[in-house]
């Protein structure tokens, strides 16, 4: 029998489990960009419908939107934003009878300050209930230099690992733009990730805990024109055995994040899953299905949207311009897409979660 895990939030030895799992099973699972109630249990009622297990991330605006724009002070709205919704999804995941990770994405330097005030909040709730709040924090160093990108990566490593928790870091830099962090002005190699800064990046933070890493392959945030990206999975390839080499590991000793996965060519992500890619991030592609279920609905039905009671005919649209009717549609747009990303990742029905019947004696 393979690994079963309790059904809820996995952090620390349980999310190990289950991204060597899907590393062992060539499979990998989607992180959906979260920015609201309506955005998070959409990707928990298509993980639950998948039985696949799947990443919930929080970007810096996706946070401060969490907690409302007319927050006055941004700076804590980012945090508290960050908190409330990990503590949603604590809440609500093992109701959905699936394990979930919570993450954070990008943070570049000036959001380090970030970063270590949701550290400040999960080491409170790790006191609280011995479990951490998110499972990994991302810090994206990778427009400084490699010295100090790794060395602020293994002072806030140390913190998160005496909390069970793991850090995602990034080397190269990923095309394309994310909520404003934008990287159109590096020029075509730092595209690519040298193996070398990954050999780095392993003998430097793996004595100090569990980190994954964003490495480039010609990825880019965002939807382009197809032609405009050029995706080299032989790149990870190439990490992982200069890796195994030197360190005489165990094959694919890296944990692998896809960054830009919307868009991205169906092969080039099956390539990836053979070089251990076990976490592919995916936000445009969601945020397009909302808006466009929303508006062939709005299309639809445009008088809802514009009278509360027909001037032509008194009929009442109330039922129509419910929020609810139209969110609704929206949060069954990413479900369909996520039905796609699970199908892409080769997750579906790969669920770690135990069953209701199913005894623990795994
Ligand atoms: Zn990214």
Redesign the pocket.
Do not use: K, L, V
């Given at each position: 029998m393979g690994t079963s895990l309790k059904p809820g939030v996995v952090s620390g030895k349980d999310y190990k489990a289950l991204l060597a799992a899907c590393k062992a099973g060539g499979y990998a699972l989607p992180a959906v960009n979260v920015t609201g109630t309506n955005t998070i249990n959409a990707t928990l009622e298509a993980a639950a419908k998948n039985k696949a297990d799947v990443i919930i991330q929080l970007s810096n605006g996706g946070a401060e939107f969490y907690a409302g724009k007319g927050c006055p002070d941004s700076f804590q709205a980012k945090v508290l934003g960050a908190v409330s919704a990990a503590r949603h999804v604590h809440l609500l995941a093992e109701q959905y009878g699936v394990c979930v990770v919570l993450h954070t994405?990008?943070a570049n330097k000036k959001l380090i300050p970030w970063v270590e005030a949701m550290i400040d909040h999960g080491e409170k709730f790790y006191e609280q209930t011995g479990k951490p709040l998110f499972s990994s924090h991302m810090l994206d160093l990778s427009e400084e230099d490699i010295g100090f990108n790794l060395s602020e990566c293994a002072r806030i490593l140390k913190r998160l690992n005496k909390i069970d928790m793991s850090i995602e870091i990034e080397l190269g830099v990923?095309g394309g733009e994310?909520d404003g962090v934008g990287s159109d002005h590096i020029d075509n190699a730092k595209l690519y990730t040298q193996p070398e800064d990954c050999l780095k990046a392993y003998g430097m933070l793996s004595p100090l805990g569990h980190f994954s890493l964003?490495a480039s392959f010609g990825n880019v945030?965002g939807v382009y024109k197809p032609g405009n990206v050029k995706l080299r999975p032989e790149i990870l390839k190439n990490a992982q055995a200069l890796v195994q080499k030197t360190h005489g590991t165990v094959a694919n000793p890296l944990d692998l994040v896809f960054?830009?996965g919307s868009g991205s060519e169906k092969d080039k992500i099956a390539e990836s899953l053979k070089y251990g890619v076990f976490k592919m991030?995916i936000d445009t592609d969601t945020q397009f299905v909302f808006s466009h279920e929303v508006g062939n609905f709005v299309e639809a039905n445009i008088k809802a949207f514009k009278y509360q009671i027909d001037p032509d005919d008194g009929t009442p649209y109330k039922k129509l311009y419910d929020p609810r009717k139209w969110l609704r549609l929206g949060e069954e747009g990413i479900v369909k897409r996520l039905d796609e990303a699970f199908a892409d990742l080769r997750s579906a029905g790969k669920s770690l979660a135990l069953k209701k019947t199913e005894g623990l004696a795994a």
């Open positions: 994405d990008h990923t994310e964003a945030h960054h830009g991030n």
